[in-house]
């Protein structure tokens, strides 16, 4: 009995080295990645900010944006494409594509390196793979919920000097320069629809993305992802995950866009297969292959 304690316990903290060597390796040491995603969304902050300025001095705009504001034009996305349409371009919104494929780029490299350092020490060490790959999950759901944070950060700074922190969207402010439709928006439709559901999403696909890697390469998968993306932009699809990440498509405001608890729960579902499906590769996976 003392014996299987003993065992347990090695295994524990085994699997613990293991994850605060992830967020070591993969995060603090990486940080000169974060000082981008940084700068990424405050140049979007900083032209949206202006743009208010400009109404405000010159179109005698009433209000100024909260925190909520921030959030909708920096995810917004864009409208459903009507390819019937001749007359529309083909125009991917700058802010949103460039958020969300930097992640992947985030995401994409760290996991499979990690078997050519230290990482493969502490496989060899604990003998057991689901624990690395699990680990790994971990690392991935931190750093997506990282990201979004450097982001939220942003946006609650010029918050502070504008319309406050607060989920209430300003109608004024989303309709007249975001062309969003908040009317209907409450704090709860705002935090379900603005802030839950794409990070639930960005998870999923970050997970998915890694698990990808275990059959191809990281360069594969990022692509992968990468069309997912793009495609989304194109297609107004719950089929086309990316759709979820854009709030222009939300069900809410476009009434053929996706909607959001299905969202959470292809979102939720994603994650689970992702992870079951990644256990079992790498525990056949030739880890000197991947070397």
Not at 101 to 126: A, E, H, N, V
Not at 211 to 235: G, K, M, Q
């Amino acid at each position: 009995m003392n014996d299987a304690y003993k065992k347990k316990e090695k295994s524990k903290n085994m699997f613990l080295m293991q994850v605060k060597h992830d967020f070591i390796m993969g995060t603090i040491y990486s940080w000169k990645k974060y000082i981008i995603v940084f700068l990424i969304f405050l140049f979007f902050i900083i032209n949206f900010q202006s743009i208010i300025s400009s109404e405000v001095k010159y179109n005698s705009l009433k209000n100024l944006p909260n925190f909520s504001d921030y959030v909708i034009e920096i995810y917004k996305g864009r409208t459903s494409f009507n390819f019937d349409n001749k007359l529309e371009t083909l125009k991917i919104p700058a802010s949103w594509i460039l958020i969300n494929i930097f992640l992947t780029f985030i995401i994409g490299y760290y996991p499979l390196l990690d078997l050519k350092t230290y990482g493969m020490q502490i496989l060899l060490r604990s003998k057991k793979r689901y624990q690395w790959f699990l680990s790994k999950c971990i690392w991935v759901i931190g750093n997506v919920i990282i990201y979004y944070a450097i982001g939220y950060v942003v946006m609650i700074l010029f918050s502070v000097f504008n319309g406050g922190i607060s989920l209430t969207p300003t109608n004024e402010i989303n309709m007249n320069i975001s062309q969003v439709n908040t009317t209907s928006f409450t704090s709860q439709t705002f935090f379900c629809i603005c802030i839950l559901l794409p990070i639930i999403i960005s998870i999923a696909l970050s997970l998915f993305q890694m698990t990808v890697a275990l059959f191809t390469t990281s360069i594969l998968s990022n692509i992968v992802i990468i069309s997912i993306l793009v495609i989304s932009t194109f297609y107004c699809n719950g089929m086309f995950i990316g759709n979820y990440l854009m709030i222009l498509r939300n069900s809410k405001i476009d009434l053929n866009g996706v909607n959001t608890i299905n969202g959470l729960i292809i979102g939720t579902i994603i994650i689970i297969i992702s992870i079951i499906i990644g256990i079992l590769k790498f525990k056949k996976i030739d880890i000197l292959d991947k070397n």
